[in-house]
């Protein structure tokens, strides 16, 4: 080969190696995985695990939430494109081809298109197009005057008269309380308020002869025949009446008149009878209180923790369970069944308290049954004693308060006291009874 060959072939190499290095400098960098920190990448796949590709930096990072990177975009830690590229992606921008809610037609027409525009015939209200800037798509905004009344603008009676009619007002002939019309506000409307001075006498009103005198006139005098305010039995009986008085001859309880407040009409109180044996009294003359004689001590009743339900009338000193019939027919017809641990007093007061009813006493500790205030309080009354004291006591208020009733004797005491005039019990098997003493 001559000189001149070699030399062609030397340029051609030069020439073909020069076309490499501008061919190699014109291809982009390749991204290949696994690079560290500050290695430049194109996303997170250009990264080593555990590390994101920074779009601001366009090298690879640690993320700074710690749980940034495993994979999850969790909200919860306040994770999103922006502070966790890793997990959720690199941010949308302008120009991504998608119309994101960060973007609009104003923000970002390459995203969202372009703006509608005022005249394009649609009301675009999410476009910020309304009545009040575009007339020709929106039409022209209500206003007072057309004829409607338009709430959803604001227009009331008090505001548009011309679209929503006149409001009420005092003087239209209508008492509207709706509107706060009253005779204190409006009289035109509702009329005047009743006052004294008015000529009317207005007792619902708190008016009379002693608060008005102008309507209702001057109080008048005792003797006049009639029982004014200002009078009652005690002043004028000639115009009120005789006062209801301790020595009519009748007890009247709801005057509260009784043995001890008016013996007259209502008779003397008993001694014996009252739970008590007292000096003057003895089982001869009152074996209730005293028990009979030839009848021993009862023994005391143990009681329990808490008061038994059944003790209506709450439980005595002692361990007495009292339990109470106040009242007409308040236990008409009733079994009652004394606890067994305590004591018992049977209180029937008033008509037909316990009327045809059926008291059981407990078997070992004394029993009492107390009658008064109605006809038959006690009428027909079955009481079954135990094996301790047993007495009825028939009261003052009321002559047929026992009528009928029966006292079942037991072992121990058997006795009834009874008020002057008063119907009374009848002892049944008293020769078991260790001593029987009726009224």
């Given at each position: 080969m001559n000189g001149r060959g070699t030399a062609i072939r030397v340029a051609a190499a030069l020439w073909l190696g020069l076309i490499g290095v501008l061919a190699a400098a014109m291809v982009?960098?390749?991204?290949?995985?696994?690079?560290?920190?500050?290695?430049?990448?194109?996303?997170?796949?250009?990264?080593?695990?555990?590390?994101?590709?920074?779009?601001?930096?366009?090298?690879?990072?640690?993320?700074?939430?710690?749980?940034?990177?495993?994979?999850?975009?969790?909200?919860?830690?306040?994770?999103?494109?922006?502070?966790?590229?890793?997990?959720?992606?690199?941010?949308?921008?302008?120009?991504?081809?998608?119309?994101?809610a960060t973007e609009?037609?104003?923000?970002?027409?390459?995203?969202?298109?372009?703006?509608?525009?005022?005249?394009?015939?649609?009301?675009?209200?999410?476009?910020?197009?309304?009545?009040?800037?575009?007339?020709?798509?929106?039409?022209?905004?209500?206003?007072?005057?057309?004829?409607?009344c338009d709430a959803a603008v604001g227009e009331t009676c008090a505001s548009c008269g011309a679209d929503c009619d006149a409001c009420a007002a005092c003087g239209d002939g209508t008492c509207d309380a709706a509107v706060g019309e009253d005779c204190a506000t409006c009289d035109a409307d509702c009329g005047g308020c009743l006052t004294c001075g008015d000529g009317v006498c207005n007792p619902t009103l708190g008016e009379d002869c002693t608060t008005c005198g102008d309507d209702c006139g001057v109080c008048g005098t005792c003797g006049d025949g009639t029982c004014d305010p200002t009078e009652d039995c005690a002043g004028c009986p000639d115009d009120c009446g005789a006062c209801t008085a301790c020595g009519d001859g009748t007890c009247d309880a709801a005057t509260g008149e009784d043995c001890a407040t008016c013996p007259s009409d209502c008779g003397a109180c008993m001694a014996c009878g009252d739970g008590t044996c007292d000096a003057t009294e003895d089982c001869s003359g009152c074996a209730s209180d005293c028990g009979a004689c030839g009848c021993g001590m009862d023994p005391d009743p143990p009681g329990a923790n808490s008061c038994p339900p059944e003790c209506t009338g709450g439980c005595l000193p002692g361990n007495v369970c009292q339990i109470d019939c106040v009242g007409d027919a308040a236990c008409d017809g009733a079994t009652i069944d004394c606890p067994p641990d305590y004591a018992c007093v049977v209180r029937c007061i008033g008509a037909d308290a316990c009327d045809t009813g059926t008291v059981n006493c407990p078997t070992a500790y004394a029993c009492r049954l107390e009658c008064d205030a109605g006809n038959d309080a006690c009428g027909d009354v079955n009481l079954n004693c135990g094996d301790a004291?047993?007495?009825?006591?028939?009261?003052?208020?009321d002559t047929g308060a026992c009528t009928g009733t029966t006292v079942n004797c037991g072992a121990g005491s058997c006795s009834a006291a009874c008020a002057a005039g008063v119907e009374q019990p009848m002892l049944s098997g008293c020769g078991g009874s260790c001593g029987c003493m009726g009224c």
């Open positions: 982009p960098a390749c991204h290949c995985s696994g690079s560290g920190v500050g290695a430049h990448c194109g996303d997170n796949a250009d990264c080593d695990a555990g590390l994101f590709c920074d779009p601001a930096t366009g090298t690879c990072a640690v993320p700074t939430n710690a749980d940034c990177g495993d994979g999850t975009c969790d909200a919860a830690v306040g994770e999103d494109c922006a502070t966790c590229a890793p997990d959720c992606g690199v941010c949308a921008s302008c120009g991504d081809q998608s119309c994101d609009g037609c104003a923000s970002c027409p390459m995203d969202c298109g372009l703006c509608p525009a005022c005249g394009d015939g649609n009301c675009d209200v999410a476009g910020g197009e309304n009545c009040a800037g575009c007339v020709a798509d929106c039409g022209v905004c209500a206003s007072c005057g057309d004829g409607t004291a047993c007495t009825v006591v028939c009261g003052s208020m």
